[in-house]
């Protein structure tokens, strides 16, 4: 759950692939699923979720303020991969939001960006690996 102005959202994380999330608002509890018990949630579907609830954090913050109505709204990650090292190379991002007006959509992809999340990626941190 995300405290969005004091007004509770929670959300849903559906593994729609194996490369692939999608996040979307839901009531109850903040739920992650999958389409059969045998897919696991790994740690790149993390990543890609991660992505996704920032971005959906900013833009919901955004239309709230904005007085825009987030009927509809989702938002569904994909990456791939890239070897020698092996690691994601591309993640891709699309938010669906059927009730924003098409005046708004410059601003909401401008929005969109300034996830932290999605900063960081742009910007890497140095990672530092040590033993205890």
């Known amino acids: 759950m995300y405290d969005f102005n004091r007004e509770i959202v929670s959300v ?3 593994l729609t692939g194996e490369n692939s999330v999608r996040l979307e608002p839901t009531d109850g509890p903040m739920t992650i699923e999958a389409p059969t018990p045998d897919r696991q949630y790994s740690p790149f579907h993390m990543l890609g979720s991660s992505l996704a609830y920032c971005t959906f954090s900013v833009l919901y913050s955004w239309a709230t303020h904005a007085d825009l109505p987030v009927d509809g709204m989702h938002i569904d990650v994909a990456w791939t991969f890239s070897e020698e090292p092996h690691r994601v190379q591309q993640l891709t991002l699309t938010f669906h939001w059927p009730s924003l007006p098409p005046a708004r959509l410059a601003a909401a992809k ?3 960006a300034m996830c932290t ?3 960081t990626l742009l910007h890497p941190p140095t990672v530092a690996i040590e033993a205890a």
């Open 117 to 119: 999340v999605h900063e």
């Open 12 to 14: 849903k994380i559906t």
């Open 110 to 112: 401008r929005v969109a």
